[in-house]
Nanobody, 122 residues
């Protein structure tokens, strides 16, 4: 069983910063990738970025977040972070952590966190 525990969401004023954390725990052989997705108002869930174990970041880094958001990982603790700076009201939404995990019995599977709310408002 694999669990993802997210933290760090909350209310912040426009221009402010937040850092989200996601810790992966449980029984598995390896974590192939750790990333963040978000679902903003009226939009489908979209990928913010992913860090893969074998190198490379398949981060979307689309215009809305490029230059403002950064993903990093603490391999020793199986934690992925999302540093969000210069937040805008349109960044408001639920942010989800996703882990692609490998286990001998089930192969590679995706696991999701429960989501953490980020609200950017005065």
């Amino acid at each position: 069983q694999v669990q993802l525990m997210e933290s760090g969401g909350g209310l912040v004023q426009p221009g402010g910063s937040l850092r989200l954390s996601c810790e992966v725990s449980g029984s598995f052989v390896a974590i192939n990738g750790l990333g963040w997705y978000r679902q903003t108002l009226g939009q489908q869930r979209e990928e913010v970025g992913t860090i893969w174990r074998r190198g490379g970041g398949a981060g979307k880094w689309d215009d809305p977040v490029k230059g403002r958001f950064t993903i990093s990982k603490d391999n020793s603790k199986n934690i992925v972070y999302l540093q969000m700076n210069s937040l805008k009201p349109e960044d408001t939404g639920v942010y989800y952590c996703k882990a692609n995990v490998y286990d001998y019995s089930s192969g590679s599977r995706d696991y999701w966190g429960q989501g953490t709310q980020v609200t950017v408002s005065l």
